[in-house]
């Protein structure tokens, strides 16, 4: 087996819920001719599961390669690390405690892998929530448990489109526990998170912020609630007295049908719904959620299982193929840094 050149980076990719569009979402992407001349990708999941899903959508000349001996991957090919040895039923459209099982032995390895340096950085393919939810993966989502897994104080969920990228000071919440957990801490870690990023993975020599605020009308001078004179604008001035370039708390709901967004390199959106909905209309073709904090490169698509339209050759790789071209880019981008 030849060298792995140094400037293709081995990057991981998990298949997610085998019943969801994870499986069929990864072949049409790795189909691109333009991901082996890249990356050395390795596929975290099953040989079976992805001879179901290549036949399924009549695609047989799609090939690859099932790894053997571990970190061992073919420099040239798609490589496969087959995560488990029983046979999992595959049921496209129709979750199952199974598939949820057979999700988390893909994530568990690619984690074991990447915390060994076999690989460079990876991408996780959508899971289920529920069917993965349990004793051996009690987090509402990836983010929580790679952040727990790789010992990180604090990550940031960084979602990455075209021209606009959007941070959250928190994610998977309720509504009704959002307001308790907006502190003066929490959103200056965040923002220092976000400014971090953007230097280190997208090369922004001096990355400006926009910081949305937390009530309808940023809080209307107090009107309609006190999180954004008691706790986000002075974060937001000791920074700025720091030379940082933040700025708001901005209305949310205009912030963005006005296209302020255009003007500044990232956007902090204070919970998970005030950030995406805009995002995702926004950006949803072309969209990456990427993990910022983490020692490792972990990106996915911005879309989930999607079971209405598994197993029917409908679903869209795009947010994947984009995934992959920035896990590659912002290994890349590290890289340089640790040359320099």
């Not at 569009?21 to 790795?30: F, H, Q, R, S, T």
């Not at 046979?87 to 598939?99: A, C, F, K, M, W």
């Not at 949310?252 to 902090?268: I, N, S, W």
């Not at 949803?284 to 079971?307: K, M």
């Amino acid at each position: 087996m030849s060298q792995i050149p140094n400037d293709k980076p081995r990057i991981g990719i998990t298949m997610g819920d085998l019943n969801g569009i994870g499986p069929e979402v990864v072949i049409k992407a790795l189909a691109d001719h333009r991901i082996l001349s890249m990356i050395v990708p390795v596929v975290y999941g099953s040989t079976r599961a992805l001879s179901y899903y290549r036949k399924l959508m009549n695609l047989e000349e799609f090939n690859y390669s099932q790894v053997k001996m571990k970190g061992q991957f073919f420099p040239k090919s798609i490589n496969v690390v087959n995560c488990w040895e029983d046979v999992v039923e595959i049921t496209p459209g129709l979750p199952s405690r199974q598939s949820g099982k057979a999700a988390l032995l893909s994530l568990k390895k690619v984690v074991e892998e990447a915390r060994e340096g076999l690989i460079d950085g990876f991408v996780t393919g959508p899971i289920d929530k529920n069917t993965i939810h349990g004793d051996d993966f009690p987090y509402r989502g990836h983010t929580e448990y790679l952040t727990k897994e790789f010992d990180a104080t604090e990550s940031l969920m960084l979602m990455v489109g075209n021209n606009l990228k959007v941070g959250l000071v928190t994610e998977h919440l309720p509504v009704k526990d959002i307001a308790s957990h907006i502190t003066k801490e929490r959103v200056e870690l965040k923002i220092r998170l976000l400014e971090l990023s953007l230097k280190k993975d997208f090369q922004t020599q001096k990355p400006k912020i926009a910081v949305l605020g937390l009530n309808p009308h940023a809080g209307d001078e107090g009107l309609l609630g006190s999180e954004e004179n008691n706790i986000i604008k002075p974060v937001i001035t000791d920074l700025k007295s720091k030379g940082k370039l933040i700025f708001g708390p901005f209305p949310a709901d205009g912030f963005f049908a006005a296209g302020q967004h255009t003007k500044y390199d990232a956007v902090l959106a204070m919970y998970h719904d005030q950030g995406l909905v805009a995002f995702k209309t926004l950006a949803f073709d072309n969209g990456v959620n990427f993990t910022a904090g983490l020692p490792v490169v972990r990106t996915s698509p911005d879309h989930g299982t999607a079971y209405n339209i598994a197993g029917k050759n409908l679903a869209d790789e795009s947010s994947l193929r984009q995934a992959i071209f920035m896990a590659c880019d912002i290994v890349r981008n590290r890289q340089q840094q640790v040359e320099k």
